[in-house]
Structures are given as C-alpha cells and as structure tokens.
C-alpha cells in the first residue's frame, strides 16, 4: 500500500511540474518573453509560495520572491513602455497561475497582484534617464522597492 501511495504522489508531482512548465511556457510565448530556466525555475518558487496554504511566512515568501526581477531582467533592451507591459502581464498571468484554487489561493493571488499594480502606478523615472543603458536596471529597481514599500504598510 505505502508504495501505491508513494508511486501516487510522485506522479502528483510530476503533473505539478508539467503543468507549471506548460503555464509559463504560455505565458512566454504569449508576450514574447524569454524562456530560460533560471525563469522557469524562479517561477516554480513564486508559484509554490502562493500555493502554499500552510506557510506562515507566505508574504514574505511572496514578496521576496524575484520572478517579475528576474523577467524584467531578462528582457532585451525595453523601454518603459515594455516594462510596464510585461509587469502588467505578469498580474494577469497570477489569476489564473499555480494550481491552488481555493478561495484563500486566489485572494493571496489577487492581494499580490493588486500590490504589483499598485506600485508599477508609481514607477516614475526622470526622462533624463530613460536613454542611459542603466534605465533598466533603475526602472526595476524603483518597482521593487515601491513593492517593498508597500508590502510594509
């Protein structure tokens, strides 16, 4: 019997994986983003931290977590306008993400999407910068730590 249940759960887990690989394979090349596997591999970390109904360091887990960075990161050379684009996608892609899907899922989603939103609103970079090769890397920079200020409220 423990090995019926032991070969079930590995196949559970298998499915997980395939099944978040296939969604951020979607979500890849839906926008037109880069599909590497330290993505990947950081989008399987946000998803089992929003997944995780137990932990009692969800927040954290959530809002530490570097997928939208690393995504952003990623992009070649965006302006502002791709930046904001992709972030966006990046919170409807949390609607529908993970496998979670009771209610508490979903409110930990939204909650997480909604504070992303809420700080890409007021991203505000001085147009001075926006044609320095660093733009990028201020940009995200100035997303993150509104995220940080706004998780702290």
């Known amino acids: 019997m423990e090995s019926t249940l032991a070969t079930y759960r590995l196949f559970l887990e298998d499915e997980?994986?395939?099944?978040?690989?296939e969604q951020f394979n979607k979500f890849a090349d839906l926008h037109n983003l880069p599909n590497n596997l330290k993505l990947r591999k950081s989008y399987t970390k946000l998803m089992d931290a929003l997944d995780d109904e137990k932990s009692s360091t969800?927040?954290?887990?959530?809002?530490?977590n570097?997928?939208?960075?690393?995504?952003?990161?990623a992009l070649p050379n965006p302006k502002e306008r791709e930046l904001?684009?992709?972030?966006q996608a990046f919170c409807h892609l949390l609607s529908s993400a993970g496998l979670g899907n009771k209610n508490s899922h979903r409110l930990m989603r939204n909650r997480y999407a909604q504070s992303v939103s809420g700080a890409l609103s007021e991203v505000i970079i001085d147009a001075s910068l926006r044609k320095t090769p660093e733009f990028?890397?201020?940009?995200?920079m100035d997303l993150?730590?509104?995220?940080?200020?706004?998780?702290?409220k």
């Open 16 to 21: 997980r994986k395939n099944i978040l690989t």
């Open 58 to 64: 969800w927040l954290d887990t959530v809002y530490t």
């Open 66 to 73: 570097n997928f939208l960075f690393d995504l952003l990161s």
């Open 84 to 87: 904001r684009k992709t972030t």
């Open 136 to 140: 990028k890397s201020i940009w995200t």
């Open 144 to 152: 993150k730590e509104r995220l940080n200020t706004k998780r702290d």
